[in-house]
């Protein structure tokens, strides 16, 4: 049996705004997520948020908070993750599709009015918390 992975998703707010791409590979094709990817060894989830992020968006993230975790299986991809989310409400630069083969492209989208289908741990967040409205608010 497949051991558990780490994911790190990184919820990017801008203007009331979050940053959304829709995946091309691996599972949860069509979907639309957040950047993100897998926690590597030795890093802590805000470094790997950082590092994701650049690589897929071309973004640079300022102050970075802990947000929920998820529990998801894939049961046809016999894959089981952990998604640590990260909450950003500073990020310079424009996003851009930094790997094609993987992002079809990133908008951004109004919280209460999510494109569909969305990745199922962005659909377990909905779930657990109700809503992204509260984890839009940047801190004071």
Not at 31 to 46: I, M, N, V, Y
Not at 56 to 72: C, Q, R, S, V, W
Not at 96 to 103: A, D, H, M, N, S
Request: aromatic share 8%.
């Amino acid at each position: 049996m497949p051991q558990p992975r780490i994911g790190v998703g990184v919820l990017i707010f801008r203007d009331g705004k979050i940053l959304l791409g829709r995946r091309t590979s691996s599972h949860g094709e069509g979907d639309w997520s957040a950047p993100g990817g897998h926690l590597e060894f030795g890093e802590t989830p805000q470094q790997c948020a950082a590092r994701e992020v650049l690589e897929e968006t071309g973004l640079i993230l300022g102050d970075t908070a802990l947000g929920p975790f998820t529990n998801d299986v894939f049961h046809a991809e016999q894959k089981h993750y952990v998604t640590l989310f990260v909450l950003a409400h500073a990020a310079s630069g424009t996003p851009q599709r930094c790997e094609p083969e993987k992002c079809a492209g990133w908008q951004w989208f109004d919280p209460a009015d999510l494109p569909q289908p969305l990745f199922a741990p962005l659909r377990s967040l909905l779930a657990q918390e109700g809503s992204l409205a509260a984890l839009a608010k940047p801190p004071v």
